[in-house]
């Protein structure tokens, strides 16, 4: 038995764990302190990126889903819009696949990695504006689905590239691309 907890200690990777507690850290407490979408976005997509470079694709997908949550849960997302929150977390888990299917098939590496971050964005715009769309109708109040959809629209686009840039940056400070 002893054996096997120690084991487990030495088998625990220290440094995926605190990447993953700082980039969960900042999706999860940025979007309280700063409410503003063409900054708190570039920087989560950001940590989409990084996460998927730094920890893997499950880790990432892991991240992904933790921006909607406490923003519907910290009372930063209305209530009524809970509907959407399954969307953006889907369409987060759009771009980190497509980034990754790209990047990993191609062999030039550079290309593979833009190609995916625009594809991605493209994407998950594409993918957020036809749901916004569909759950039009569930939102209760007219000026809040338009709302809602200029939301969901382009800025998703431009905010996902800017991540796909912001983490470009840091990965290539950091020798990981």
């Known amino acids: 038995m002893y054996y096997n907890k120690e084991n487990a200690l030495v088998r625990a990777n220290y440094q995926a764990l605190a990447n993953f ?48 949550l406490m923003a519907l849960s910290g009372g930063l997302l209305p209530a009524v819009l809970a509907p959407a929150v399954p969307f953006i977390m889907i369409g987060n888990i759009i771009f980190i696949f497509i980034i990754d299917f790209f990047y990993n098939g191609m062999a030039n590496k550079v290309a593979g990695y833009w190609s995916g971050v625009v594809i991605g964005a493209a994407l998950k715009f594409a993918f957020l504006f036809l749901s916004v769309t569909w759950i039009q109708n569930l939102l209760i109040k007219q000026e809040l689905a338009v709302k809602v959809a200029q939301m969901m629209s382009w800025p998703q686009f431009a905010t996902a590239v800017a991540g796909g840039v912001l983490a470009w940056g840091i990965l290539k400070g950091l020798k990981r691309i």
Do not use: C, E, M
């Not at 990126?49 to 991240?63: D, E, H, N, Q």
């Open 21 to 68: 507690l700082v980039l969960a850290g900042v999706v999860t407490f940025l979007p309280f302190v700063y409410h503003v979408q063409f900054v708190t976005g570039p920087i989560i997509n950001a940590v989409f990126v990084l996460s998927l470079f730094l920890l893997g694709i499950r880790s990432a997908v892991v991240i992904a889903l933790v921006p909607s």
